[in-house]
């Protein structure tokens, strides 16, 4: 009992650093999603994709969570907008506490768009609140396609599920129906994208999805 009454202690403490998070980004007109996935699911190749397509038209920016190294951050840089790597060391997920720690970075300023890439980890990432517009969950043809069946949470609080890696297809077993319908099964509200960061192929449907959710601000 004592170990569950502390972990609703810290979420509830997190919950109050989001909506911190989420009123000064609302403030400042900053639409922030927040990218989880397992490792290798392509969330920094669909960050990286993104910036390419953001350059000229909005000013955006990137927080990059990882355990060790700033890989991703630098990464991200390369393809054109600024990003910040936070690393956690032992912990597998990003809070609310370390996005507040930056929201007053200069990298940060007037931007319009922020990519938030959380730690790679379909468990833990999906029961902390950063004070985000939307989370995203992002799963790739290289994984089972029975991924939301083992890890609800995330896809019950995503509002986008994202299928990368559709190069890929032909040589997996992944059903693309089979994954949508196991989604839906767990979150009838999941709103499905399918592409691929390598090919491009399905990039302008998440484009879109991101230029919509804009406008509604």
């Known amino acids: 009992m004592a170990r ?6 810290v979420l509830s403490k997190n919950d109050e650093l989001a909506a911190e998070v989420r009123e000064r980004l609302a403030s400042r007109g900053v639409f922030a999603l927040n990218l989880i996935s397992g490792p290798g699911a392509g969330k920094t190749s669909l960050v990286e994709r993104t910036a390419a397509w953001a350059s000229g038209r909005l000013r ?5 969570g990882d355990q060790a190294t700033d890989n991703d951050a630098k990464r ?3 393809a054109g907008i600024p990003a ?10 990003l809070n609310a506490g370390r996005v507040l720690d930056l929201l007053d970075a200069p990298e ?3 931007i319009r768009l922020l990519l938030i890439e959380n730690v790679g980890n379909l468990i833990c990432p999906a029961a902390y609140d950063l004070g985000e517009a939307a989370k995203v969950a992002v799963l790739s043809v290289a994984e089972g396609d029975d991924k939301p069946l083992k890890y609800p949470a995330l896809f019950q609080r995503a509002e986008l599920m994202v299928i990368n890696k559709l190069d890929l297809l032909d040589r997996t077993d992944f059903r693309l129906d089979r994954a949508i319908a196991n989604a839906r099964e767990v979150a009838p509200h999941l709103d499905v994208l399918s592409l691929s960061c390598r090919t491009g192929e399905g990039l302008e449907g998440w484009y879109r999805w991101i230029d919509d959710r804009l406008g509604r601000m």
């Open 60 to 64: 955006a920016a990137a927080l990059s």
């Open 4 to 9: 569950i009454a502390y972990q609703e202690k």
């Open 108 to 110: 940060l300023d007037d």
């Open 84 to 93: 910040l790597q936070i690393t956690t060391g032992n912990e597998c997920h």
């Open 76 to 78: 991200i840089r390369s």
